[in-house]
C-alpha cells in the first residue's frame, strides 16, 4: 500500500511539474465531501405514540452502517461510519451514545425527542482526515401511562380507641414486577362515624395513571360503650327513682360510665352532650332513696349517695353475746345492726364524719331510764344526746362510726315503797274504793295530760289512792259520832 501512495505522489508531482500546477490544489479536489445523496439511513420505528407495557423498545437505523459513494474512491485511504443519538427524556436531554449497531431503546412512560446524525469519515491521505458527509434529523416517540385501577376494600372498620389498620384494596393493570408505594389514606377524625377512604400517596410510579375507586372506613363502638348506652337508656328519670329497684339501676349505670376509657367518655359526652349533669342528677335521687328507709334515715355532709343505711335484727350480729354479758346490770330490751353500705362497690363502709341517724317504730312506752349504747371493737359506750320520741315512736343520735347498738333500761330501779292504809274501826262501814285497774280507765278532766302509765307513777297513784280512803273514813266515823 505505502509503495502504490508512492506512486500516486509521485503521479502528481510529475503531472505538477509537467503543467505546472500546485500539488496543494491537487490535494484539495480530491479531500471534497460526496454527495449527501449519497447517504442513505431512517429510523425503523415509525410509531408516533404507544402505551407503557414494561418492554424496551428499539429506535434504529434501517441501515446501520451507511453507505457513501465517493468520486474519488482510488484515493480514499479509509472510510468510517456510525450513528449518534440525543434522546429528550423525562429530566433532561440524555445523551446516549450508540455503538456500531446503531441502536438504542425506551421502556418508561414520557415523550422522546430522538435527534440522530449519521456522519462519514473519510481520511483522504495518510494523517489527514475530513467530514465526507453527514445526515441529521428528529423524530417524537411518545409512550403514554398505562391504566391503573386501585380499588378500596369495602366494609374496613375498627372499634374506637383503636389504631387504624392498613388500608386494603385491589388492583387490576400493574405491570409484573413493578410494585406500589405510599398508602390509602382516609379522613380525619377519631369519634365514632364513617370516614371516606381516599388515594393518599399510593403510586405506582409515573408509568401508570391510577383510575381510583374510594370506599368508607368505620369507627364503630365498643362494647363498654354499648353497655353504657344501654344502661343509661334503662335508668329512670330523676323524678322517677322511688325504690331500690331503681337504685340499682343508677348503681349499673355508674359502674358502666366509671369503666369507660377516657375517649369513650368522649363519645358518650358527644353523643349525649348533657350526659355528666344527667348522671348527677340520678345519683342524688338514689342518695335520697338510700338514705332515707322505712327502718329510718341517715343525713351527713356530703354522704355519698352510693351509702345506703342498714338496719338489722342485732341479735344476728356476731358479737351480740359479748353486748348481753357486758349489760347484765340492765334489760337488753332491744339490738340493732346498724350499719352504712356502698352498694356500688358492694361493702360496709363507715362515714367520714358524724351523721345523724333517726330510728323508726321504736316502741319505748313504759319503759324505765331508756340508755341508747354503742357496741364497738369491743368497747362499750353510752350514745349521748340520743333523743327517744315515745310519741312519735323514734330514736335520733349521732355517730361516727356503725356496728351494734342497744336500747336497755336499768334493772336497778325499784318502784316507790306505798304506805299502810290504817284499819276500819269497828260497826263503821269501810266505804267501796274502786279497784286500780278502774281508776286507770277514769277520764282525765281539766288540762292536765295524763301520765304515761310507768311503775313510778302507777306507786304514786295507789299512794294517792290509800290517803284519800283514810280520809274518808275517817270523815265518816267522825261524823256518826256527833250523831
Not at 429528550?88 to 435527534?115: A, F, H, K, M
Not at 363498654?224 to 328519670?237: D, G, H, I, W
Not at 322505712?294 to 353475746?321: C, F, I, K, Q
Request: glycine share 6%.
Amino acid at each position: 500500500m505505502n509503495d502504490i501512495k508512492r506512486k500516486i505522489l509521485a503521479i502528481f508531482m510529475l503531472v505538477a511539474m509537467i503543467t505546472g500546477t500546485n500539488i496543494g490544489a491537487i490535494v484539495q479536489v480530491a479531500a471534497e465531501a460526496p454527495s449527501a445523496a449519497r447517504l442513505n439511513f431512517g429510523l425503523s420505528d415509525t410509531v408516533e405514540s404507544y402505551n407503557y407495557d414494561g418492554s424496551a423498545h428499539p429506535v434504529r437505523g434501517i441501515n446501520s452502517n451507511p453507505s457513501v459513494a465517493l468520486p474519488y474512491s482510488a484515493w480514499v485511504d479509509e472510510t468510517i461510519g456510525g450513528i449518534q443519538y440525543s434522546v429528550n427524556g423525562i429530566d433532561g436531554w440524555q445523551r446516549e451514545p450508540i455503538t456500531s449497531t446503531g441502536e438504542t431503546s425506551l421502556t418508561n412512560s414520557g415523550t422522546y425527542y430522538v435527534n440522530y446524525r449519521v456522519f462519514v469519515r473519510v481520511k483522504m491521505i495518510p494523517n489527514s482526515s475530513n467530514w465526507a458527509d453527514s445526515i441529521t434529523g428528529s423524530k417524537t416517540i411518545t409512550i403514554n401511562p398505562k391504566n391503573l385501577s386501585v380499588t378500596a376494600t369495602p366494609g374496613q372498620s375498627k372499634e374506637l380507641g383503636k389504631s387504624d389498620p392498613v388500608f386494603e384494596y385491589s388492583f387490576d393493570g400493574l405491570v409484573e414486577g413493578d410494585t406500589f408505594t405510599g398508602a390509602l389514606e382516609r379522613d380525619s377524625g377519631y369519634l365514632i362515624n364513617d370516614y371516606e377512604i381516599r388515594q393518599g400517596d399510593l403510586s405506582a410510579g409515573t408509568n401508570y395513571t391510577i383510575s381510583f375507586t374510594g370506599s368508607t372506613f368505620a369507627i364503630n363502638p365498643t362494647a363498654n360503650l354499648l353497655a353504657f348506652y344501654e344502661a343509661l337508656v334503662a335508668t329512670p328519670a330523676p323524678d322517677d327513682i322511688k325504690d331500690f329497684a331503681d337504685v340499682d339501676k343508677v348503681v349499673d349505670l355508674t359502674r358502666e360510665f366509671e369503666i369507660l376509657s377516657d375517649i369513650e367518655k368522649e363519645q358518650a359526652r358527644f353523643t349525649f352532650p348533657n350526659v355528666d349533669e344527667h348522671i348527677d342528677e340520678v345519683q342524688k335521687a338514689a342518695g335520697v332513696v338510700n338514705h332515707n328507709i322505712a327502718a329510718g334515715s341517715v343525713d351527713g355532709v356530703d354522704l355519698p349517695w352510693n351509702y345506703r343505711l342498714m338496719v338489722e335484727d342485732g341479735t344476728t350480729h356476731a358479737d351480740y353475746g359479748n353486748l348481753a354479758v357486758k349489760l347484765a346490770s340492765r334489760n337488753l330490751i332491744r339490738a340493732h345492726n346498724i350499719y352504712l353500705f356502698d352498694v356500688l362497690n358492694e361493702t360496709e363502709v363507715q362515714p367520714d364524719s358524724a351523721v345523724k341517724v333517726v330510728l323508726n317504730d321504736v316502741d319505748l312506752v313504759g319503759e324505765v331510764n331508756p340508755i341508747l349504747h354503742h357496741y364497738h371493737g369491743d368497747a362499750l359506750r353510752v350514745v349521748d344526746g340520743a333523743i327517744f320520741d315515745s310519741e312519735n315512736k323514734t330514736l335520733t343520735f349521732e355517730t361516727d362510726s356503725f356496728s351494734l347498738f342497744s336500747i336497755s333500761v336499768d334493772l336497778s330501779a325499784k318502784a316507790p315503797v306505798i304506805p299502810a292504809i290504817p284499819s276500819t274501826p269497828s260497826g263503821v262501814v269501810e266505804p267501796k274504793v274502786p279497784a286500780l285497774e278502774t281508776v286507770k280507765k277514769l277520764p282525765v278532766t281539766g288540762t292536765t295530760k295524763a301520765l304515761p302509765a310507768t311503775n313510778e307513777t302507777s306507786s304514786q297513784l295507789l299512794l294517792a289512792l290509800g290517803l284519800f280512803a283514810f280520809v274518808s273514813i275517817g270523815f265518816v266515823f267522825r261524823k256518826r259520832v256527833i250523831e
